[in-house]
């Protein structure tokens, strides 16, 4: 069974920087697409990130437009882990973030398997 696991969370000071790490087992980890998603307290989940498959060494990553130029997502096959490295951090990243895996690359997924999220705190 395919089972994703996040880390990596924590409480940070606003400007700060923590790399978030989804570790995928019981499947197949380079055919398939993965993103990140965020969900604050009172708040839907929303789209953060995503990085494509590659049949060759050529990715494609997308990124929300409220983290552009703060997060980058990557990927390492080999250790069957998609990282979100997260910089200048606000306290409105505060949220509970989510790794997924997807068919499809692209944001809009669908997504068939979710983490169980890793806790982000940033203060001000």
């Known amino acids: 069974q395919v089972k994703l696991e996040e880390s990596g969370g924590g409480l940070v000071q606003a400007g700060g920087s923590l790399r978030l790490s989804c570790a995928a087992s019981?499947?197949?980890?380079?055919?398939?697409?993965m993103g990140w998603f965020r969900q604050a307290p009172g708040k839907e989940r929303e789209f953060v990130a995503a990085i494509s498959w590659s049949a060759g060494s050529i990715y494609y990553a997308v990124v929300a437009d409220f983290v552009k130029g703060r997060f980058i997502i990557s990927r390492d096959n080999a250790k069957n882990t998609v990282y979100l490295q997260m910089n200048g951090l606000k306290p409105e990243d505060t949220a509970v973030y989510y790794c997924?895996?997807?068919?499809?690359?692209?944001?809009?997924?669908?997504?068939?398997?979710w983490g169980q999220g890793t806790q982000v705190t940033v203060s001000s």
């Open positions: 019981g499947g197949s980890f380079s055919n398939y697409a």
């Open positions: 997924a895996r997807s068919r499809n690359n692209g944001r809009n997924g669908p997504y068939d398997y």
